[in-house]
């Protein structure tokens, strides 16, 4: 599976932004999918994650409220809206796919890694 991310850019406290991620391949929906950031000299964290079907979703408490995954499996997308941004949301955004319908936060358990997209958001 390739992954391509898209979507990143320069927006406003309070702004929205919407992050797409095209994934290559067959049985897309065999694939758990999630969202990861990293922030200039932080650790890469975790942000959501949506079940291979689309039916289980989980979120970041930082992102909860704000932000919502979602996916097409028929056009083998995964997607992030973002609402409400703040400062600290700023970071490269990663989207990751693992060999497993079943969610899961932990980076080192996705396989697959897109090249990441950068939001910054200003005060």
């Known amino acids: 599976v390739q992954l391509q991310a898209s979507g990143g850019g320069l927006v406003q406290a309070g702004d929205s932004l919407r992050l797409s991620c095209a994934a290559s391949?067959?049985?897309?929906?065999?694939?758990?999918a999630g969202w990861f950031r990293q922030a200039p000299g932080k650790e890469r964290e975790f942000v959501a994650a949506i079940s291979g079907g689309g039916a289980v979703t989980y979120y970041a408490d930082s992102v909860k409220g704000r932000f919502t995954i979602s996916r097409d499996n028929a056009k083998n997308t995964v997607n992030l809206q973002m609402n409400s941004l703040k400062p600290e949301d700023t970071a490269v955004y990663y989207c990751?796919?693992?060999?497993?319908?079943?969610?899961?936060?932990?980076?080192?358990?996705?396989?697959?890694w897109g090249q990441g997209t950068l939001v910054t958001v200003s005060s």
């Open positions: 391949g067959r049985t897309f929906s065999s694939y758990a």
């Open positions: 990751a796919a693992r060999t497993s319908i079943v969610v899961v936060t932990t980076p080192g358990l996705y396989d697959y």
